[in-house]
């Protein structure tokens, strides 16, 4: 329900993935992140939560590839 009003606040239209299993818990660390699939470089990149502004440029970019 959180999500689902932060989606439509934020205008979010690409698919998201919950890791509520806490399936990538180990690697992360503690405390929320964004985790992007790259496809064009072939990478993986976390940004940990809060973001800044240049993250949040940069996650925009790669997402209007």
């Known amino acids: 329900k959180k999500w689902s009003g932060f989606r439509k ?14 399936l990538f818990a180990s690697g992360l660390g503690s405390g929320p992140a ?13 940004y940990p939560l809060p973001l800044h502004p240049a993250q949040l440029e940069n996650i925009l ?3 209007r590839k």
């Open 61 to 63: 970019a790669i997402l």
């Open 34 to 46: 964004v985790l992007l699939f790259d496809e064009n470089a072939g990478t993986l990149r976390m």
């Open 9 to 22: 606040a934020n205008d979010i239209r690409f698919p998201v993935f919950i890791d509520a299993g806490r």
